[in-house]
């Protein structure tokens, strides 16, 4: 079943980049063991690309599932890492594989320390884009938006998002709100085509003529700025709704206000100034400030990794060796790394948005999964092939932890399983994309009833 030179590397999160690891790293002979915490592969290629783009999801889907056929893959789905979880770093450690790879996204949520934040109506975006995505867990937790949705943040994200609030909540009002400028927004115009039949033109215009000054200060003119925002607005999807979209630039939210019931009621912003900062602009507050009136707030402004997973951690990233070794590529470095003793830990890789947080699109995060392949590939050619222990001895320790924890782990089988009965309930997905389980527990019921 192995080649030779075959070592056994255990893959944690089935995300983009944790399988473009798993795929390389299987081409290349070895055996890769793939843990993942949801009970299917895919990560946000599963729970948080937008539903409606099912040409993309289809796509990674149909890949991802020739990849889990491969002899020398073995999945384990509804495994999660972590400390309190089914299995801890130093267990994972303990198994005698060659070398860990954590491929497991950008699982924590950053905050923008903004006070009264836990009021109700405050959301943070990875929760909303898995409750839409039906994520179990969030698919069947109710989501209460509000009729003026400010999302705070002008990425790809809040596009998304806006998007899920005019076309399915079809709320009143979404407002994008953006701490610098019109010049600085981060979306790709192409997928403003989803929102941009309810812009609110006539606003738009006027939150420009609010900051006209402000950005003639660093040399933009509101006018030409203007025009190039709203020429984006082509191929609009037809609209389904009444909502009006529009823009609030230059504002810092300082404080979350609430009414009686501890709803939202507004938030109170500072105004900002742009600053030349070398090639770019930086936002200046100018300690004046003014309530800007919306029942509910999301905050689409990154995400962060999960330090309770139990690698070395700082400022919302895993720390990764600062010293080049020669199996890095010219600009990254993919080791994990440990600052209280200087070392690396040997043998513990990352990639994708757990190396770079909230980095990119899926090909991005396929490439970073492939060039980590090539590294830990580098670093292996230095171990004796089987140095370690066997597939068979890895894969033995691995049931062993997992039934002593009570864990309920899913293999390629019980997958599908739970495809064939997905494929009889294709129809009766409800009108954002396709059918999804409520639950892990459900998934697991008729995966066992699948298998009797
Ligand atoms: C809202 C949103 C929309 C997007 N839309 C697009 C788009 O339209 N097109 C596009 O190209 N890109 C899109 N992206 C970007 C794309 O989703 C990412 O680039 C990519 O998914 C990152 O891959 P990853 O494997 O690093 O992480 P993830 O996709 O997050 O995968 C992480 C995996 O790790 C597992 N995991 C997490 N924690 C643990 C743990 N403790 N133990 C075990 N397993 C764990 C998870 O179950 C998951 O399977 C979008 C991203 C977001 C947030």
Same mark, same amino acid.
């Given at each position: 079943?192995?080649?030779?030179?075959?070592?056994?590397?255990?893959?944690?999160?089935?995300?983009?980049?944790?399988?473009?690891?798993?795929?390389?790293?299987?081409?290349?002979?070895? +055996?890769?063991?793939?843990?993942?915490?949801?009970?299917?592969?895919?990560?946000?290629?599963?729970?948080?690309?937008?539903?409606?783009?099912?040409?993309?999801?289809?796509?990674?889907?149909?890949?991802?599932?020739?990849?889990?056929?491969?002899?020398?893959?073995?999945?384990?789905?509804?495994?999660?890492?972590?400390?309190?979880?089914?299995?801890?770093?130093?267990?994972?450690?303990?198994?005698?594989?060659?070398?860990?790879?954590?491929?497991?996204?950008? *699982?924590?949520?950053?905050?923008?320390?903004?006070?009264?934040?836990?009021?109700?109506?405050?959301?943070?975006?990875?929760?909303?884009?898995?409750?839409?995505?039906?994520?179990?867990?969030?698919?069947?937790?109710?989501?209460?938006?509000?009729?003026? #949705?400010?999302?705070?943040?002008?990425?790809?994200?809040? #596009?998304?998002?806006?998007?899920?609030?005019?076309?399915?909540?079809?709320?009143?009002?979404?407002?994008?709100?953006?701490?610098?400028?019109?010049?600085?927004?981060?979306?790709?115009?192409?997928?403003?085509?989803?929102?941009?039949?309810?812009?609110?033109?006539?606003?738009?215009?006027?939150?420009?003529?609010?900051?006209?000054?402000?950005?003639?200060?660093?040399? *933009?003119?509101?006018?030409? #700025?203007?025009?190039?925002?709203?020429?984006?607005?082509?191929?609009?999807?037809?609209?389904?709704? /009444?909502?009006?979209?529009?823009?609030?630039?230059?504002?810092?939210?300082?404080?979350?206000?609430?009414?009686?019931?501890?709803?939202?009621?507004?938030?109170?912003?500072?105004?900002?100034?742009?600053?030349?900062?070398?090639?770019?602009?930086?936002?200046?507050?100018?300690? *004046?400030?003014? +309530?800007?009136?919306? /029942?509910?707030?999301?905050?689409?402004?990154?995400?962060?990794?999960?330090?309770?997973?139990?690698?070395?951690?700082?400022?919302?990233?895993?720390?990764?060796?600062?010293?080049?070794?020669?199996?890095?590529?010219?600009?990254?470095?993919?080791?994990?790394?440990?600052?209280?003793?200087?070392?690396?830990?040997?043998? #513990?890789?990352?990639?994708?948005?757990?190396?770079?947080?909230?980095?990119?699109?899926?090909?991005?995060?396929?490439?970073?999964?492939?060039?980590?392949?090539?590294?830990?590939?580098?670093?292996?050619?230095?171990?004796?092939?089987?140095?370690?222990?066997?597939?068979?001895?890895?894969? /033995?320790?691995?049931?062993?932890?997992?039934?002593?924890?009570?864990?309920?782990?899913?293999?390629?089988?019980?997958?599908?399983?739970?495809?064939?009965?997905?494929? *009889?309930?294709?129809?009766?997905?409800?009108?954002?994309? +396709?059918?999804?389980?409520?639950?892990?527990? +459900?998934?697991?019921?008729?995966?066992?009833?699948?298998?009797?």
């Amino acid at each position: 079943m192995s080649a030779t030179n075959s070592h056994v590397i255990i893959v944690v999160g089935a995300g983009p980049a944790g399988m473009a690891v798993a795929s390389s790293l299987a081409k290349a002979g070895h +055996e890769v063991i793939i843990l993942n915490r949801d009970i299917k592969f895919g990560g946000l290629a599963e729970y948080g690309i937008f539903p409606a783009k099912l040409k993309l999801r289809g796509g990674l889907k149909k890949q991802y599932w020739d990849m889990l056929e491969q002899p020398n893959i073995h999945y384990f789905g509804n495994v999660t890492i972590g400390n309190g979880k089914d299995l801890t770093v130093e267990d994972l450690r303990g198994f005698g594989a060659d070398a860990i790879v954590f491929s497991t996204g950008a *699982q924590g949520t950053k905050s923008i320390g903004v006070e009264g934040d836990s009021a109700q109506g405050v959301f943070h975006a990875k929760d909303v884009v898995f409750h839409f995505n039906r994520l179990p867990g969030y698919g069947d937790r109710p989501f209460e938006m509000g009729k003026h #949705v400010g999302i705070i943040g002008v990425g790809d994200v809040m #596009v998304d998002i806006a998007r899920w609030l005019i076309r399915y909540k079809k709320v009143e009002r979404v407002t994008a709100i953006a701490r610098r400028g019109p010049v600085e927004r981060k979306y790709n115009p192409k997928e403003i085509r989803s929102v941009c039949s309810n812009m609110d033109l006539e606003r738009i215009t006027s939150e420009f003529a609010r900051v006209k000054d402000r950005l003639a200060a660093v040399g *933009q003119k509101a006018d030409d #700025v203007l025009k190039g925002l709203t020429d984006e607005f082509t191929k609009c999807e037809p609209p389904v709704s /009444d909502t009006k979209m529009g823009f609030r630039f230059l504002a810092s939210p300082k404080r979350i206000l609430v009414d009686a019931h501890n709803r939202v009621r507004a938030l109170e912003m500072e105004e900002n100034k742009l600053e030349p900062k070398g090639d770019d602009t930086a936002a200046v507050g100018l300690k *004046q400030y003014y +309530e800007f009136a919306c /029942d509910s707030i999301v905050f689409a402004v990154g995400d962060k990794v999960d330090e309770t997973l139990g690698l070395p951690y700082k400022n919302g990233v895993f720390v990764t060796n600062p010293n080049k070794t020669a199996n890095d590529p010219d600009d990254a470095s993919f080791q994990a790394y440990d600052e209280t003793t200087g070392k690396i830990v040997d043998g #513990v890789f990352l990639a994708g948005w757990a190396r770079k947080a909230s980095e990119g699109l899926v090909g991005i995060a396929k490439r970073d999964g492939d060039w980590c392949a090539e590294v830990v590939n580098r670093y292996l050619a230095t171990t004796a092939a089987g140095s370690r222990s066997g597939a068979k001895i890895v894969l /033995d320790k691995l049931a062993i932890a997992l039934k002593s924890r009570k864990s309920h782990p899913v293999d390629v089988k019980g997958l599908h399983v739970l495809e064939s009965i997905e494929k *009889q309930h294709q129809g009766e997905a409800d009108c954002i994309g +396709e059918f999804k389980y409520a639950s892990n527990q +459900e998934m697991i019921e008729l995966i066992e009833k699948g298998k009797a």
